[in-house]
């Protein structure tokens, strides 16, 4: 009979009992996907210093951040959606319902109206309604959130090319044009405007209930429901903060213009995810956030820079970036690749 049945205690093996110590290999890659993103940046920017002499200017450098502004605010809007785990296909279609709208809304060539900033806060609130239905329709009917956020895509294309009319409205606001046209310490104005919703989108994620439960909900949604989180609540309040970021977005595009454009978003759908991907959040939802996306944006900003001032073809850029975007996703998932066993 063996020891274990007369009662006997089991001989030493000399290991003591206790929770299983974490991967060597698994740690490595955790700290890849956290800090790899930050230390990409730092690499990029140093190679295209030596690269190019212009690189490093402060004229160079004020380009830079005042190109990445439009794209930070879609960023900190998209990263609540992809921290629930959904994705949202609706920029460029919310972008230029904005455009065209404060565009007839402030003073302007085609009609005598001129609501001033009231027209700026009703474009950006029309941008959170298009972010509002997508929300609905994705949670209501349950409806995969790419094809509700493309439909509502469709419908602000649509509604934008019905205000454009065949006659392109350009701004007649004297003020509005001085103010955009202003700088603080070298920079535009738009570029605070960016940094305010940077600050915005850090507070929401980390002081509000929103930032905490969408990235709950994207980690395990079946378990924030038993948890008692309202998660269509929280999912449809993401949706419209996102819309109300892209309607903002598309009201700097046409400050910066001039005038109102329906392709004021063309191209904005791949740059916002591209970023956020490199940024380290993840398309599976509960990683990453706002910090991350905007670390995205300042590498997509500065390789898109960099390769245009060392002379890289604009179609040899594009192959780069999808490069890019592949390389990202498999460094933020592979710490997750043994939960992740389903590949949607």
């Known amino acids: 009979m063996t020891p274990a049945r007369l009662g006997q205690a089991p001989p030493e093996t000399g290991r003591t009992a206790g929770p299983p110590r974490p991967s060597r290999r698994f740690d490595r890659a955790t700290l890849l996907a956290d800090f ?183 980690g395990a949604e079946e378990l924030a429901l038993l948890s008692g989180i309202p998660v269509r609540r929280y999912k449809t309040l993401a949706f419209t903060f996102a819309g109300a970021a892209y309607g903002l977005a598309g009201v700097m595009v046409t400050v910066q213009l001039g005038s109102g454009i329906v392709q004021a978003g063309v191209g904005q759908n791949f740059a916002a995810i591209t970023a956020a991907v490199v940024g380290g959040t993840l398309l599976s939802g509960g990683r990453g956030g706002v910090l991350q996306s905007i670390v995205g944006v300042l590498i997509v900003t500065v390789l898109a820079n960099g390769l245009v001032l060392i002379g890289v073809s604009p179609y040899v850029q594009r192959a780069v970036q999808g490069v890019i975007v592949v390389v990202a996703v498999v460094i933020t998932a592979w710490p997750l690749r043994r939960r992740l066993r389903v590949v949607k």
Not at 58 to 63: E, H, I, L, Y
Not at 81 to 106: F, H, K, P, Y
Not at 138 to 164: C, D, E, N, Q, Y
């Open 36 to 218: 790899g993103p930050l230390a990409a940046l730092v690499l990029l920017c140093a190679l295209f210093a030596v690269l190019s002499p212009q690189f490093a200017t402060w004229g160079n450098v004020r380009n830079l951040l005042d190109s990445a502004a439009v794209l930070a605010v879609i960023a900190v809007g998209l990263t609540f959606v992809l921290l629930l785990g959904a994705i949202d296909l609706s920029i460029e279609g919310v972008m230029a319902t904005a455009a065209l709208s404060v565009a007839l809304l402030v003073a302007n060539s085609r009609n005598d109206i001129d609501l001033g900033l009231l027209g700026v806060v009703a474009a950006v609130a029309l941008g959170a309604c298009f972010g509002l239905a997508s929300g609905m329709l994705s949670t209501g009917l349950k409806i995969p959130s790419f094809m509700t956020t493309l439909g509502i895509s469709a419908i602000g294309i649509g509604i934008a090319t019905v205000l454009f009319g065949g006659m392109q409205p350009t701004l007649r606001s004297p003020e509005l044009a001085e103010w955009a046209a202003g700088q603080w310490f070298g920079l535009t104005r738009l570029t605070y405007v960016a940094l305010a919703v940077v600050v915005i989108g850090l507070l929401v994620q980390r002081y509000t209930r929103l930032g905490r439960y969408a990235r709950a909900i994207g």
